[in-house]
Every structure is written in C-alpha cells, then in structure tokens.
C-alpha cells in the first residue's frame, strides 16, 4: 500500500471541489483515464461530473459538439478538465473549443513551454517560456464575408478590455510566479490601430509592474528570435491568431509537445487540456503519453488552491520522466530506460507520489495559475465620436469613379481616394479610370467619401450616399462608417 505524506491527510476538511470532465475522441478516454487514476491516487479534493462531447455528440447532430444539456454542468461546475475531440470533416460543424471560450468567457490561454533535457530531446536545453494568449478576440471572433467572386474579408476584432486583460494577466502570472520579463509580440507597422492598440495598452500596464522587465518585438522578427534562443524569453504575451500560431511553435521547439497542458482562464470559468489533438491512429492501443492532460489537471489543482496535490503529482511525474520510463513518443535509446503504455505510466506516476526527482528541477509549491477578479481597470479616454464619413466598397468591373462622384456631390461629401486591396487607384492614378480592371486587380474597390468642410455626416446621409451609388448602377457590398474621436481619426487616413 501506498503511504502517502502528512499532507495528504491534513486535506481531508478541504471542501471538495466539482469538476466537469470530458473524455472525448481518440486517445482522449486513454489519457482521461490515465489522469484519473493519479488524481484519485493523490487523494484531490474533487468530486467528478462527467460530460460527452466530441464526435458522437457532432454526429447527434449538435453542431458545436456539445449536447446542450451539459452546458448546465459545465455552468455549475468550478473548472472543467477535456480531453481531445475529433473534428469531423466537413461543413456545418463548429469549434466546441471556441463555444467554450465564449460561453466561459476564457480569455486567457496560458501555455508553460518546458524542456526537460538530458532526458526528453530538446534542441533547447534548459528552455522554460510561458506563452499567454489572448482568446476570445482578433480574427477567431470568426466574422468572415465574400463580397465579389473573388474577394474575402475576415475581421481582426480588439477592444480596448480585451487587451487589458489578457496584459495584465501576463503580467500577474509573471509576478506570481516570479518570472522576470513580459515580452510582448505584435505587428503594429502595420496594423497601427489593432495592434497598435495592443501594443500601447502594454506599455501602460507595464508601468504598474516595475519589478518585472518589458519588451516589444514586432512578432516576425520575435518570432525568429524566439526559435533560435528561447533562452532569451520568459513570459510571452500575444493576441489570439499569432499566439495560437507560436504556442505550437514555442511547445515543438522545447521538444515537449505531447508533454505540455495549456489553462484557459475567463470570467465564469476555467478549462484545462492537453495542447495535442485526438491522435485517432494512436487509439484504443495504450501508446498514448496522458503527460499533457497531466499537466493540465496539475494547473487545474493550482487553480483551484490545491497548491499541494498540485505540487506532489507534479514532482512524482519529473521523477517518473527522469527515471527515463517514457512512452513512445519521447522514448529514446540510451535516454530512455523502459518503453512503457499509457497505463503503465500512470501506475509509475502514482507509485512515485510523494518522492521528488533528484535532477530535474522540483516544482514548486506556487500557484502557477492564477484567477484575476478586476480584470481591465485602465481608465479609457473619453473622446468625443464624430460621424466624418464612410468608406464604401463597390463590386464593379471598372473603377467607380464618376458614380461615386456624382454620389458624393449630392451629400455635400468629397470622393478622397479609390483604392483596391491597398493600392490607390484615385487620384494617384486617375489615367486608370477607363481601364476594365483585370484578373489580378479583383474588382473591389473602397471609395472614401468625407463631408465636405466641417459638416458632420448622419448616418442617413450615409444611407443617401449608398442609395445615389445605387442609383448609379454599381454594387455596393459594404460600408464602414469613419468616426473621429477627440481630434484623432477612428481610421486609417491613407489606404
Ligand atoms: P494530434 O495532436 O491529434 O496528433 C498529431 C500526432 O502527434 C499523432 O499522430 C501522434 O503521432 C502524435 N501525438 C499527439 N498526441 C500524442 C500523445 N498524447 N501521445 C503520443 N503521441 C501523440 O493532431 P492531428 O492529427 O492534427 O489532429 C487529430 C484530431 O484532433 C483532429 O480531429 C483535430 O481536429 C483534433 N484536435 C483537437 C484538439 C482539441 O480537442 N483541443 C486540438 C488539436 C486537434
């Protein structure tokens, strides 16, 4: 029998905790099962609800994978712990990850990156960076459209808010748990207002946190930095697409890719999950590595205080993989002493609880995973919004010109430049005008159009304008309204 440490005894007054657990698709009900074992080994203070998503729900016919039923369990629940869920292909299905960022609120994505040479094959010995990841925003709010046969938009979405909270969240997490530096990545030459925004709200909330070191990198040249020495990084803050993009990268180049868990934290709930996918091929043959959903059920115990369990499965699985008892996918002649199943890993994790790895560093007893109650609290400017004008995007096979100026006159507007795809077609290039547009050209153009002196515009004059370029013969496909604020404009002044 076991002889577990005072610790474990001295939890029995603990309030238990409810936990929603999912063990979806592949070798997800492998791993869950795994993970299972060793949080009822270690004695967590859980109580389990179990729910079924994936692909049998899909195939049910519910779209996000997710019966509505156990949305109420999830709601009620304190944090939900899933396992990997196959996609099916095709159309019409939606990602259960995003309707469980949104309906949790899960903004924030924390993703530890962590070698453990000499016994897993890294090319980076010793790397340890934390990606954070913004989760709710940017391009993954999904709002795509086809305006022309060949034309597609996506829209990057930021807010203010957002920004913030996923900001000072890397920031708490760096202080928490005594991490030096908050590097930022963004792409601000050239998206200066999303971006843009991004970055500076960064510059402010770094302030707040003198003691921890700050730096920005336009994320293409950071990204390259990352790759060659991560030994340079410690916490990485980003916004949804390029830290969906470099979190994979960051945990593959740390060599530890079905070792690593990730947290999504939010509002009205937490969820935790192994970063890999279902490996349908590696299914229902006890090959799979459960390390990841390990890992996250150890940042699940973290979230829920239980720093304790936390720390004690942590430190039997360092010593589990310093013994060199791997499964498949990390085993390694010469670094590996035995090849073992996803049950037999667990069954050394749990015969291991209680004693600590004597080479790879032991984890400590922090709260790795932190919960943030004031979210954003920067104070925003108040600026007075004016409605100037509008940009306006015609379908047309030559550029619109004289529509839109004959348009523009009768709303005591000016046409200020036609452009497609970024370049400027008018005035800069009015000889263009009689020319049909061709194949590389795609036949959408924004048309400025600004009120004339220091009218203001309404939002029916922006009716007016579309319904005289209507009237003209052209196919408007969409417009956006061109506000100021304070003395700033709300948009790009230059294509
Ligand atoms: P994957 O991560 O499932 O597998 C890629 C390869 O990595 C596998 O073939 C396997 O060789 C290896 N691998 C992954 N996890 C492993 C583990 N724990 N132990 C040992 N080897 C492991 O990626 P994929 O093949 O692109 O995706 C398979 C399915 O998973 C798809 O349907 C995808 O939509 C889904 N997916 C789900 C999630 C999620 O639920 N969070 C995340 C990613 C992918």
Request: glycine content about 8%; some cysteine; charged content about 25%.
């Amino acid at each position: 029998m076991t002889t577990f440490p005072k610790q474990y005894i001295e939890k029995e007054h603990m309030t238990k905790a409810d936990i929603a657990i999912a063990r979806g698709d592949g070798i997800g009900p492998e791993i869950m099962a795994a993970t299972l074992a060793i949080l009822e080994a270690a004695q967590a203070n859980i109580t389990l609800h179990e729910i079924e998503i994936g692909q049998n729900v899909y195939l049910k016919g519910f779209q996000n994978g997710i019966d509505p039923k156990s949305w109420d369990i999830i709601h009620a629940t304190q944090a939900f712990l899933k396992a990997p869920v196959t996609t099916p292909q095709g159309g019409g299905f939606r990602s259960l990850n995003v309707a469980i960022r949104a309906a949790l609120g899960l903004y924030a994505n924390i993703r530890p990156c962590i070698a453990y040479d000499p016994f897993v094959d890294t090319k980076y010995p010793g790397m340890d960076v934390v990606v954070i990841r913004e989760n709710e925003e940017d391009l993954y709010t999904g709002v795509e459209y086809r305006h022309t046969q060949d034309c597609y938009h996506a829209i990057k979405m930021t807010t203010r808010q957002g920004c913030e909270k996923i900001i000072r969240y890397a920031f708490e997490y760096a202080r928490q748990n005594n991490r030096k530096k908050v590097t930022c990545f963004t792409k601000d030459n050239i998206l200066k207002m999303t971006d843009g925004l991004f970055h500076a709200i960064y510059d402010a909330c770094a302030k707040e946190y003198p003691e921890i070191e700050h730096e920005h990198w336009i994320i293409d040249i950071g990204a390259a930095k990352l790759t060659d020495t991560p030994q340079n990084f410690d916490v990485i803050v980003l916004s949804n697409l390029y830290g969906d993009i470099l979190s994979d990268i960051t945990a593959q180049i740390a060599g530890s890719v079905g070792l690593a868990g990730s947290a999504n934290i939010g509002e009205r709930g937490a969820m935790f999950e192994a970063i890999h996918g279902s490996a349908p091929r590696r299914a229902g043959q006890n090959l799979a590595n459960p390390s990841g959903l390990i890992m996250a059920a150890i940042m699940l115990l973290e979230y829920l205080d239980d720093i304790d369990t936390a720390t004690l499965i942590h430190n039997a699985w360092l010593k589990t993989i310093e013994e060199g008892i791997h499964t498949y996918d990390i085993f390694e002649e010469g670094k590996s002493s035995i090849k073992v199943g996803t049950k037999e890993f667990a069954h050394a994790v749990i015969s291991r609880l209680g004693k600590m790895p004597e080479k790879l560093a032991s984890a400590k007893k922090s709260k790795g995973i932190i919960r943030i109650k004031e979210g954003a609290h920067l104070t925003p400017p108040h600026e007075t919004k004016r409605l100037v004008g509008a940009d306006i995007y015609i379908d047309a096979s030559e550029i619109p010109l004289e529509g839109c100026i004959r348009a523009a006159q009768a709303v005591r507007a000016e046409v200020t430049f036609i452009a497609n795809r970024g370049l400027v077609l008018y005035p800069h290039a009015a000889h263009l005008r009689s020319v049909t547009i061709n194949q590389e050209m795609k036949a959408h153009f924004r048309c400025r159009f600004l009120a004339k002196g220091d009218t203001d515009f309404t939002p029916k004059d922006i009716i007016s304008l579309q319904e005289k370029i209507i009237s003209q013969g052209l196919d408007v496909t969409k417009y956006e309204g061109l506000y100021t604020f304070g003395e700033k404009p709300g948009f790009r002044e230059t294509p």
